[in-house]
């Protein structure tokens, strides 16, 4: 055994194996579990994704409510946000806590009016803007 092969096995690069014969009525059988398995796992319940898609409405008092809108979005669920009621310093924090919640999930985030938010996890698709009026 060369310095190569006492290598390998010091760090146990090597794979152990043994070579096992069978019949052919075994593979096929094998192979047929193995497929079904596979088949079993692409399934996916249509009420299940359908009970999932649930869209939150909250108008949080506080900055201690925070922590809820986070668990909606953790939970596969949409959230709007009506900030309208706080004070701006609120306001901001909230948005920047939500604002790095939705970023963890992979989701998106709008602005649908004053002080009015969408927030979605990455299984909720938005398209289309609104756009904010002018006021005089």
Do not use: W
């Amino acid at each position: 055994m060369g310095l190569k092969g006492k290598f390998k096995r010091f760090f146990e690069l090597e794979d152990e194996y043994t070579e096992v014969d069978l019949d052919d009525n075994a593979v096929r059988d094998q192979s047929f579990d193995t497929r079904s398995d596979r088949d079993k796992k692409n399934v996916v319940s249509l009420t299940s994704i359908q009970t999932q898609a649930k869209v939150m409405l909250i108008e949080p008092h506080s900055y201690d409510e925070v922590q809820e809108i986070a668990d909606h979005l953790k939970n596969r669920k949409s959230v709007v946000i009506n900030l309208q009621r706080l004070p701006h310093e609120q306001a901001k924090r909230i948005v920047d806590f939500i604002s790095g919640t939705v970023y963890a999930v992979g989701g998106n985030i709008q602005k649908l009016g004053s002080n009015i938010f969408l927030c979605t996890p990455d299984n909720v698709d938005v398209s289309g803007s609104i756009s904010e009026m002018l006021h005089e």
